[in-house]
């Protein structure tokens, strides 16, 4: 079972960027569509974006359009999300699964903290 694991989160200022990324571990998540996820504190787990297993396609969230970025290099089996223009709204635990089915375990997640 492929074990994901995200970092790249941090505190960083309202207008601020950030890159994250997201690896797995076991298996490969090169045949599934990938997607970030964030949950704020209260909040239920909200869908970010995704892209298409072969970086064909992407969609995003409303929020997310225009500021982030979703890409994944097949050859580091690696998956990223490029934050720019961030908001305290922003703030929030940043996770990546596969989409739509995620697989059967979540990665511990990447806090990103947006300060005004």
């Known amino acids: 079972q492929v074990q994901l694991v995200e970092s790249g989160g941090g505190l960083v200022q309202t207008g601020g960027s950030l890159r994250l990324s997201c690896t797995g571990s076991?298996?490969?998540?090169?045949?599934?569509?990938m997607a970030w996820f964030r949950q704020a504190p209260g909040k239920e787990r909200e869908f970010v974006a995704v892209?298409?297993?072969?970086?064909?396609?992407?969609n995003y969230a409303y929020f997310a359009k225009d500021r982030f970025t979703i890409s994944r290099d097949t050859a580091k089996d690696t998956v990223y999300l490029q934050m720019n223009s961030l908001k305290p709204e922003d703030t929030a635990v940043y996770y990546c699964?596969?989409?739509?089915?995620?697989?059967?375990?979540w990665g511990q997640g990447t806090q990103v903290t947006v300060s005004t």
């Open positions: 076991g298996g490969t998540f090169s045949r599934y569509d």
């Open positions: 892209v298409s297993r072969r970086d064909i396609s992407r």
């Open positions: 699964n596969a989409h739509p089915k995620p697989f059967g375990s």
